[in-house]
């Protein structure tokens, strides 16, 4: 087991801001842990909103010291994404994800992951990991990518409280792994979601078809079309399920 400083709120306006909000403290080191009961601007990628019933998620953000260059910041997608993917496996739940860090279950959303990262100069010295998971909601907004949970998975309520440490175990398992130089590069892309799957991409105004064919040391995700293959970050493309 490792150890965590873990600070539990009823309201925040989001764990990750309220986690930066004490960098200046003694305590804003590696195992800090955020959570909340509700988050009042809970934030995903493309600056979309991470909807939670009260009381019903996983709502955390996380403090680890990764000690990396700039360039490497793809490698904390890995290891964060990778965590998330062996906790639901020791579930006997079989996930993917979605290209950077939506996890995927059945082509429906369960988990979505935000990191927010302090620099100086251009190393990484702490890295505030923002994960929410839906657990025992039952139902959902319409979103473009349809929710579940875990208890709809499981079909049990599950303890968020249990959850949550066997999810941080995870993640710093692979944490670890990382450190003692295990490439992790190779299981990142056997979970990703469509891989060498034809899909169907919105780029810009057009409706087009590729082929996930990698993702970079950089986290530009890679398709092959039927005469090229491009990279491209998450703003410029987007799919569709």
Partial sequence: MFSYNIIKLDNVNSTNRYALSLKKNSFFKEGLVI???????????????WDSEISKNLLISVVIEPKLKIF????????????????????????????????????????????????SSDNITHSVIGI?????????KDYSIKATSLGLLLKKKLSIDDVKLKLLDAIFKRLQSYRANKDLH?????????????????????????????????????????????EFNLKEIQMIL
């Fill in 35 to 49: 959570t909340a009961n509700s988050q009042s601007n809970g934030e995903g990628q493309r600056g979309s909103k």
């Fill in 72 to 119: 490497k910041q793809f490698d904390l997608v890995k290891i964060v994404s990778l965590g998330i993917t062996d906790f639901l496996s020791e579930n006997l739940i079989k996930s993917y994800i979605k290209w950077p860090n939506d996890i995927i279950i059945n082509k429906k959303k369960l988990a979505g992951i935000l990191i927010n990262n302090v620099i």
């Fill in 132 to 140: 929410g998971m839906n657990i025992n909601q039952l139902f959902f």
């Fill in 186 to 230: 190779d299981d990142y892309i056997k979970c990703l979601f469509r891989h060498k799957k034809i899909s169907t991409f919105k780029l810009k105004n057009n409706i087009i078809k590729g082929k996930i064919t990698g993702v970079n040391a950089d986290g530009l995700l890679i398709i092959t079309f039927k005469k090229q293959i491009k």
